[in-house]
């Protein structure tokens, strides 16, 4: 129903910047949350990016500044611009999505990772001293 494939990693020095995008191909009229999340190996995925549907954006504390959400106007790719990166930065990336029911209309917040139940394979960013 809903598939989502990330894009654009890579490898970087620090200071660099990368533009993450996230396509997301749907089959049927059910509506979605989609956000950015990174994971580190061995550690939890973290939420990192969320723009809500009346186009607020959120960001975890250690990216604010540095990294922006954005999407088009159909609403179909989610894009993460990330300037200023930095070694901690470095993870695999992905898309994550929640399906929305009845009149909701917000989506869930960064923390509730758990949340979010569809998932891309993920864009590897790697960020070098």
């Known amino acids: 129903q809903l598939r989502l494939v990330e894009s654009g990693g890579g490898s970087v020095q620090a200071g660099g910047s990368l533009r993450l995008s996230c396509t997301a191909s749907?089959?049927?009229?059910?509506?979605?949350?989609v956000a950015w999340f990174r994971q580190v190996p061995g550690k939890q995925r973290e939420g990192v990016a969320l723009?809500?549907?009346?186009?607020?954006?959120y960001y975890t504390d250690s990216v604010k500044g540095r990294f922006t959400i954005s999407r088009d106007n159909a609403k179909t790719t989610l894009y993460l611009e990330m300037n200023d990166l930095r070694p901690e930065d470095t993870a695999m990336y992905f898309c994550?999505?929640?399906?929305?029911?009845?009149?909701?209309?917000?989506?869930?917040?960064?923390?509730?990772?758990?949340?979010?139940?569809?998932w891309g394979q993920g864009t590897q960013v790697t960020v070098s001293s």
């Open positions: 994550g999505a929640d399906r929305l029911y009845g009149l909701s209309d917000r989506c869930p917040r960064l923390d509730l990772v758990g949340e979010y139940n569809i």
């Open positions: 749907i089959t049927t009229q059910n509506r979605y949350c």
């Open positions: 723009i809500d549907n009346d186009g607020t954006a």
